[in-house]
Nanobody
Framework: QVQLVESGGGLVQPGVSLRLSCVAS????????IGWLRQAPGKEREGISC????????YYADSVKGRFTISTDNRKKTISLQMNSLKPEDTAVYYC?????????????????????WGQGTQVTVSS
């Protein structure tokens, strides 16, 4: 079974960048779609980005579009989230997870209930 481990979180000031990593093991991700989701204090968990391993297509929530970039390495073992121009409202626990469909274009990548296997999460705090 797939296992996911996130890393790269931390405490940063507004405007700086962070790069989160999600390392997958247990299965080959060639036919998976992987999402990054986050949960801010007092809010529901939300999907913010998704990548389809089959064709490399990517999707972003409006709140992060233009600032965050999701990518995978050639071996499709690490899924990264490059976060630029961080804002205090980006403060959250960030998770990677396997999407229930094989392609993010299925339309519900923003819905946390459509993800199956989760990592343990990594905290990102943006504060001056």
């Amino acid at each position: 079974q797939v296992q996911l481990v996130e890393s790269g979180g931390g405490l940063v000031q507004p405007g700086v960048s962070l790069r989160l990593s999600c390392v997958a093991s247990g299965v080959t991700l060639d036919y998976y779609a992987i999402g990054w989701l986050r949960q801010a204090p007092g809010k529901e968990r939300e999907g913010i980005s998704c990548i389809s391993m089959t064709d490399g297509s990517t999707y972003y929530a409006d709140s992060v579009k233009g600032r965050f970039t999701i990518s995978t390495d050639n071996r499709k073992k690490t899924i990264s989230l490059q976060m630029n121009s961080l804002k205090p409202e980006d403060t959250a626990v960030y998770y990677c997870a396997t999407y229930r469909f094989s392609h993010c274009g299925s339309g519900t990548y923003y819905r946390s209930s459509d993800y199956l296997r989760w990592g343990q999460g990594t905290q990102v705090t943006v504060s001056s």
